[in-house]
């Protein structure tokens, strides 16, 4: 992908299942994004490192978590992450370390440097815990707006600097 000639970021957000964790993140960044009216220079979407959950919608939860904070969820479908994503998307952040190694795996690595753990992007680097497993969608919110922030800012320095 030629940035110079799109000017354009491609983020993928990358959890187990595509269900809970990535589909929030994606979700959420894709507010912040056209909240600040760069829908045009920032692409979202999220894919999952497992083909469990392939084409099932978005966990009730996570829906529900995220219309709460006036967020709607529509047309969404989990899907496998694939190798040819690396060469789409620019960022490409797993939700905890389970899903990075996974990722390097079906990406032999990361010759790019383009793989992030989200909340490596923090102060405060960690996992997000899968709700799917803790229950506890608040926190995994939570855990997701703090890394989008820091992505965001990222990418916002990036584009100033471009």
Not at 74 to 86: H, V
Request: glycine content about 6%; hydrophobic content about 35%.
């Amino acid at each position: 992908m030629n940035k110079e000639v799109c000017n354009v970021n491609n983020v993928l957000f990358v959890c187990h299942g595509n269900i809970c964790r990535s589909p929030m993140a994606e979700f959420l960044f894709r507010d912040m994004v056209e909240k600040r009216g760069l829908g045009d220079k920032i692409l979202v979407a999220s894919a999952g490192t497992s083909a469990e959950e392939m084409g099932n919608p978005p966990h009730p939860k996570t829906q529900k978590k995220l219309r709460d904070n006036g967020i709607i969820v529509k047309g969404k479908q989990a899907r496998q992450l694939t190798r040819e994503d690396y060469d789409r998307y620019d960022y490409i952040l797993g939700m905890d370390e389970y899903n990075i190694r996974n990722m390097r795996r079906l990406f032999r690595e990361d010759p790019d440097n383009k793989v992030y753990r989200l909340l490596d992007l923090t102060n405060s680097t960690r996992d997000i815990a899968d709700p799917w497993y803790t229950g506890d969608y608040d926190q995994a919110y939570e855990d997701i707006y703090e890394g989008c922030i820091a992505l965001l800012d990222k990418i916002l320095k990036e584009l100033m600097q471009g």
